[in-house]
């Protein structure tokens, strides 16, 4: 059963997602109490191939409260755990151009965190007002239907 912590709402706006990937993270243990408080920011964040692994970065996780010396930089890299063959297949997709792997949100599997990338596409201006435009046409059509019946 998977626990939600974080949605990245800003990456669907910003970008075209064209496929979704599972992957885990290294975390330390400040890190993973304070997820589970939900102290945490996917905002922008991105994911990069270096030598072979995977790397999120930007991810920002508050300093766990009791977490005296031990506690964790907020916005330190951290390596996201998939297989060397996917690793190798988004490396590929990400040497083409305009593609970029953004988190999507961030849950608990078990007592697992994972997180949701997406291999994305950047939007151009006009895509975002002609989505805007869509989304208040299906209003306005939903708000006619509701004030007819």
């Known amino acids: 059963m998977e626990k939600i912590i974080a949605e990245n709402r800003k990456a669907y706006h910003d970008y075209h997602i064209l ?24 905002r922008d964040s991105f994911a990069r191939i270096e030598n072979g692994e995977l790397w999120l970065y930007n991810m920002h996780i508050s300093p766990y409260e009791q977490g005296n010396r031990f506690n964790h930089e907020p916005k330190r890299p951290r390596k996201l755990l998939m297989h060397k063959r ?28 994972k997180i949701e990338l997406g291999l994305a596409k950047g939007k151009k201006i006009y895509d975002k007002r002609e989505e805007m435009a869509k989304r208040d046409a299906a209003r306005e059509i939903e708000k006619a239907l509701r004030a007819r019946y």
């Open 19 to 42: 496929e979704k990937y599972e992957a885990g993270i290294a975390l330390k243990g400040t890190e993973v109490k304070s997820i589970r408080l939900g102290r945490v920011n996917l």
């Open 86 to 113: 996917e690793i190798m297949r988004l490396f590929g997709k990400t040497r083409e151009k305009g593609l970029t792997l953004v988190p999507l949100k961030l849950y608990f599997k078990g007592n697992y965190a």
